[in-house]
């Protein structure tokens, strides 16, 4: 992989991007990858992959549930807890569609694949691009306050995203993906991202 494909690969994958998300989407992703390359530079994380996974973290989330439903099955990804939730799907048939349309390495997806649930065992840039999609500043609850902590103190912004994320999931009465309940009984742990 060589730098002439992968901004051919950008190019095409932004494009997409374009044509099949909404304005607001659209723009969200935007500013998910601008504030992981961001922090990426405060802790010295791979940029590249957080580009690339910050582009598709949400390349499927408008595309049709049944859709996406056949993506995972094709890929023997099929998921109980995520049938109840199909919002869940979307990060999965991501980073698929990442590897399948674009040729980009799993480490590479892996990002956006972890950024809805989490999960044990989170790498640098999977943490980074998960507390980015929830404090990016076109969110509207995003303050300065908490893009300064996420700068500061990774491993606390992180903590507060997952419990954010879970509080939200127990309110409304959804399951809890198991992924989830992995990820913060790994941080209570006292664990940090691996390499």
């Not at 991007?17 to 659209?26: G, T, V």
């Not at 723009?27 to 940029?47: D, K, P």
């Not at 919002?87 to 956006?112: C, M, N, S, T």
Request: hydrophobic share 40%; proline share 4%; net charge negative.
């Amino acid at each position: 992989m060589n730098d002439a494909w992968l901004k051919s690969a950008l190019e095409e994958l932004l494009e997409d991007l374009r044509k099949n998300l909404s304005a607001l989407r659209f723009e969200h992703v935007l500013s998910t990858t601008e504030t992981a390359i961001s922090l990426g530079r405060t802790h010295q994380a791979n940029e590249i992959i957080l580009q690339v996974s910050g582009y598709l973290h949400d390349f499927a989330r408008e595309m049709p549930v049944k859709k996406q439903e056949e993506i995972l099955k094709s890929e023997g990804l099929e998921d109980p807890i995520a049938l109840e939730n199909p919002v869940l799907h979307h990060a999965k048939v991501a980073a698929i569609l990442g590897k399948q349309r674009y040729g980009f390495p799993d480490k590479w997806v892996e990002p956006a694949k972890w950024h809805t649930t989490g999960r044990a065992k989170m790498t640098l840039e999977d943490v980074i691009l998960y507390v980015s999609d929830q404090i990016e500043p076109k969110r509207a609850w995003s303050t300065e306050r908490l893009l300064d902590e996420a700068h500061t103190n990774l491993s606390l912004s992180f903590k507060n995203c997952l419990l954010q994320k879970l509080e939200f999931t127990l309110k409304r009465g959804k399951m809890v993906h198991p992924d989830s309940i992995q990820c913060w009984n790994w941080l209570c742990l006292g664990n940090s991202w691996a390499d």
